[in-house]
């Protein structure tokens, strides 16, 4: 299981960024794919989860609203849209796959993509 964000930059504050997460097919249909995110001094945090078979998602009280994430079958492409991105939205962003449904916490996933890095200047 092969997975690999890509996307980030440097943003304004009130802008919006769309971050991409290639997996296979296959992994795309068996597992979960969760974001996450690691800001600088602190823990890795829940961002969303698009949850197989249809895809529902849900995501973090501090994204909703704002986030999104959505897949493009024809790609094997999961994406995270991020609007209305705000300082505290800096860091690092993940993609990772996980077979159980629904799952916030990271020791659920077990295989992750390499980050990449979102910063909101003001």
């Known amino acids: 299981v092969q997975l690999q964000a890509s996307g980030g930059g440097v943003v304004q504050v009130g802008g919006s960024l769309r971050l991409s997460c290639a997996a296979s097919?296959?992994?795309?249909?068996?597992?979960?794919i969760g974001w996450f995110r690691r800001a600088p001094g602190k823990e890795r945090e829940f961002v969303g989860v698009s949850i197989r078979p249809i895809g529902r998602t849900v995501y973090a009280d501090s994204v909703k609203g704002r986030f999104a994430i959505s897949r493009d079958n024809t790609k094997s492409v999961m994406y995270l849209q991020m609007n209305n991105l705000k300082p505290e939205d800096t860091a690092v962003y993940y993609c990772?796959?996980?077979?159980?449904?629904?799952?916030?916490?990271?020791?659920?996933?077990?295989?992750w993509g390499q980050g990449t890095l979102v910063t909101v200047s003001s």
């Open positions: 990772a796959a996980s077979s159980s449904h629904g799952a916030f916490r990271p020791d659920f996933y077990s295989h």
């Open positions: 097919e296959r992994t795309l249909s068996m597992f979960d």
